[in-house]
Structures are given as C-alpha cells and as structure tokens.
C-alpha cells in the first residue's frame, strides 16, 4: 500500500517565524514529490515540486527532499496569516503531470498575527 | 502555473437526476486528467484517471456506470454522475497533467448538493 504520511497538526507559528512542514512516502519508487496549498473551502494550489535529493527555495518557500530517508519537508520563512491553510505533500511515481499523486492528509498550519 | 477551469462552480440537484461537470485546461494540452472527491475535513480521494481517446481507469471502489468520464479532447474532460444521491454530495475537483507542463495543476472545484 503506497502511503504518505503528515502530520495533520494543527502546527501554529506567530508571524514571522518558520513554518516547517514534513512529509515521508513509503514507496522507494517514487520520482516526484509535490506540496499543495489548500485554503478551506478551495482546491489544492500547486506551491513546489522537487525531483531531485537536496533543497529547492522559490522564494519565501524551501523543499527539501531526501531520498533515502523517503522524506520531504517544506519551510516556510517570514510566515505570514495568510499562509494559513493546509498544506498537502504529494508523492508520484512518474512526472507529476502523467502519475497518479498520492497524497497525505495534510497538515494544518495557523500563523498567529 | 497551468490554468485549469471548472464548471459549474457549484450545483444543486434532484435526487435521480444526472449532473454534468466539465473541466477544461486553458493553457495547455492535458493528455491526462484527474478526478477527485473531497468530504469535509477530509483528505482528497482519487476517483479516476483519463488519457485522451482512452477509457478512464477507475480506483477500487468507484462505480464506473455511476461516474461517466470523457476525454475527448486535449482541452476537455467531463465526468458525469448519474442517479444522484443525497450521499453524492462532496466537492468534485480535476486536476490535469500534460504538454509542456510537468506537473498536476488542479481546477477550482464543484460543489454538488444533491437533495
């Protein structure tokens, strides 16, 4: 059974501080790891991929992906209340756009003004 | 990020009628598609995958007859559920994968009601 597993918190941070998210997948398989931002009510919002081991910043977000711990974390810097919503980690066998993603439950994040 | 729409937004239903949701990549061409089902306060669950020109593959447990999907085109999916019921009522969201793009962008959802 493939599985990924998060922390489905809620983790809360004040405003400012860094949020860290984690994510591990159970199947060695896996090419491609994905975090999604889902704000209630919304569907998911695509926020970084990452195919390779080591760390990914687009911004104020970081992935980070290490293969052999079957583990992949997203940081968040400088958050922001607008940051709160749950975050989903993703993980596919494929490319992301051809696999089937299987995803976590996701993780709740609240930043406190 | 690749643009995704769906439509309608939102419905309102009969019991035993059918409801038609359509889900359109706006940007690109989405040789595949994605289904999902949302409850509330619960995590998105895969209902089937379509390949343009091919018959969707459905997750154990999802009623192929219940839930017509068609990939006709690049651009278009659409997934139809059949003899609604009250318990069909969930956020149904697709998402779409394909040239140039290499990952899975969602659209916006469809909340159906079916009373």
């Known amino acids: 059974q493939k599985e990924v597993e998060q922390n489905s918190g809620p983790l809360s941070v004040p405003e400012g501080a860094i949020a860290s998210l984690n994510c591990t997948y159970s199947d060695r398989g896996s090419q491609s790891f994905f975090w999604y931002r889902q704000y209630s009510g919304k569907s998911p919002e695509l926020i970084m991929s990452i195919y390779s081991n080591g760390d990914k910043e687009d911004g104020r977000f970081t992935a980070q992906l290490n293969k052999a711990s079957q583990y992949v974390s997203l940081l968040i810097r400088d958050s922001q209340p607008s940051d709160s919503a749950t975050y989903l980690c993703?993980?596919?066998?494929?490319?992301?756009?051809?696999?089937?993603?299987?995803f976590g439950k996701g993780t709740k994040l609240s930043v406190k003004p | 990020g690749a643009v995704v729409s769906q439509h309608p937004s939102w419905v309102i239903c009969k019991s035993g009628t059918s409801v038609k949701i359509e889900c359109r990549s706006l940007?690109?061409?989405?040789?595949?598609m994605f289904w999902y089902r949302q409850f509330p306060k619960q995590s998105l669950m895969l209902m089937a995958t379509s390949n343009e020109g091919s018959k969707a593959t459905y997750e154990q447990g999802v009623e192929k007859d219940k839930f017509l999907i068609n990939h006709a085109s690049l651009t278009l999916s659409t997934l139809t559920v059949t003899s609604a019921h009250p318990e069909d009522s969930s956020f149904y969201i697709c998402?779409?994968?394909?040239?140039?793009?290499?990952?899975?962008?969602f659209g916006p959802g469809t909340r159906l009601t079916v009373t």
């Open positions: 940007d690109f061409q989405a040789t595949t």
């Open positions: 998402s779409a994968g394909g040239r140039p793009t290499t990952e899975q962008y």
């Open positions: 993703a993980a596919a066998l494929y490319g992301g756009s051809q696999g089937n993603l299987i």
